[in-house]
C-alpha cells in the first residue's frame, strides 16, 4: 500500500516502545518520505531509523530546545516541506515532547497528522482488567517530593482508574506513597512491556512494595491503580421513617429531621413528608 506524504504537513510518528516489530508499514514509510524529522535524541532516532535501513536527515527537538526549534521547524513546513515529530519511545507528546510542536502547529493552521502506533499506557491499561471504561492518566508524578504528595493526595476520592508512568530510581518511593495515602488498593505493574522481561501483574499495593524491598526495581513501569471505592451512605438499607428516626434520635424536631434526611437522599422535603401523612 502506498503512503503519500503531504507537503507542509507535520505527522506524529510513534516509535515502539520495546519490540521493534510494532514499528508500522505506515510509519517506516512516513519517516522514509518525509523532508526532515524532527527527534528527541538524535543518536537514539538515528539508531532506530539505521535498523530500517531508512536514510533522511534529524532535527534535534526536545525540552530544553523547544522553543527556538519549535520555531525554525514551523518555518520550514510554512515553507512547504513535511516533517515527522519522533521520540525516543512511544507516542510523541504523552509525557514526551511533541506536545508544544504540535499546538505551535495548529495555532499557525499547519495540518498534523497523527499516527497509531505504541504506548506503553495504553498497552498496559489493556492486560490490566481494571476499569477502562473512565481513567485518569497522571503521566509522571513530580520529582518534588511536596508536590508529589500533593498530587498523590488528590486522588484520595478519585473513583477512576489512575495511571502513572514512573521509573525505576523513584517507584519504590512512589508505590509507599501510593499505599500510605491511598490506602492498599489493586495496582497493576506493568514492567519492561513488549520487551524480552515483560511483566505484568495485578496485586495489592502492599504486595507490590513489598516485593520492591526484596528485590531491587528494574525497566520502565507503568502502574495503574484501582480507582477509590465507593463508600455506601450510612442511611443505605433504612427506610425513610428508619432515616428520619436516627435524626430524631439525635435530637432533631421531626420537620428538622425529615429536611436532613430529604438532603441526604437528594430529594425534596415533601417528598419524604409524604411518607409521614
Ligand atoms: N511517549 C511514551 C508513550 O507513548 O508511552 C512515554 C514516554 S515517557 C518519557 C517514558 C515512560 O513511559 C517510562 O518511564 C515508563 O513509565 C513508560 N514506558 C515506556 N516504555 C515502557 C515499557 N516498555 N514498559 C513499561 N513502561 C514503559
Redesign the pocket.
Known amino acids: 500500500m502506498a503512503f503519500e506524504v503531504q507537503k507542509g504537513t507535520l505527522y506524529v510518528v510513534?516509535t515502539p516502545?520495546?519490540n521493534l516489530a510494532d514499528m508500522t508499514p505506515r510509519a517506516l514509510e512516513t519517516l522514509k518520505n518525509v523532508d526532515f524529522i524532527a527527534c528527541e535524541d538524535t543518536r537514539v532516532t538515528g539508531k532506530l531509523l539505521s535498523l530500517f535501513d531508512i536514510k533522511n536527515s534529524l532535527v534535534s527537538y526536545h525540552e530544553h530546545n523547544k522553543k527556538k526549534q519549535g520555531e525554525e521547524i514551523l518555518k520550514r513546513l510554512q515553507n512547504g516541506e513535511s516533517a515527522s515529530v519522533v521520540?525516543?519511545?512511544?507516542?510523541?507528546?504523552?509525557?514526551?515532547p511533541g506536545e508544544d510542536l504540535v499546538r505551535l502547529c495548529l495555532e499557525h493552521g499547519v495540518p498534523v497528522v497523527p499516527l497509531v502506533g505504541?504506548?506503553?499506557?495504553?498497552?498496559?491499561l489493556s492486560a490490566s482488567g481494571l476499569d477502562s471504561r473512565r481513567f485518569c492518566f497522571e503521566?509522571?508524578l513530580p520529582a518534588d517530593k511536596g508536590e508529589k504528595l500533593d498530587v498523590i493526595k488528590s486522588y484520595k476520592n478519585e473513583k477512576r482508574t489512575v495511571i502513572?508512568?514512573?521509573?525505576p530510581h523513584r517507584i519504590e518511593e512512589t508505590a509507599k506513597l501510593l499505599l500510605e495515602i491511598l490506602g492498599d488498593r489493586k495496582v497493576c505493574v506493568?514492567?519492561?512491556?513488549?520487551?524480552l522481561n515483560?511483566e505484568i501483574c495485578v496485586i495489592p499495593l502492599s504486595e507490590f512494595c513489598g516485593k520492591l524491598q526484596n528485590t531491587a526495581p528494574k525497566?520502565?513501569?507503568?502502574l495503574i491503580l484501582e480507582g477509590a471505592k465507593d463508600e455506601k451512605p450510612f442511611f443505605e438499607g433504612l427506610s425513610i421513617e428508619q432515616h428520619v428516626g436516627f435524626y430524631m434520635k439525635q435530637g432533631l424536631d421531626k420537620m428538622n429531621a425529615i429536611k436532613a434526611c430529604a438532603k441526604d437522599r437528594g430529594v425534596s422535603k415533601n417528598e419524604i413528608y409524604k411518607h409521614f401523612i
Not at 506493568?190 to 520487551?195: D, G, Q
Open positions: 510513534p516502545i520495546g521520540t525516543d519511545a512511544g507516542t510523541p507528546a504523552i509525557s514526551d505504541a504506548c506503553a499506557f495504553v498497552t498496559a503521566g509522571f502513572f508512568y514512573e521509573a506493568a514492567r519492561e512491556l513488549t520487551k515483560e525497566g520502565e513501569y507503568v
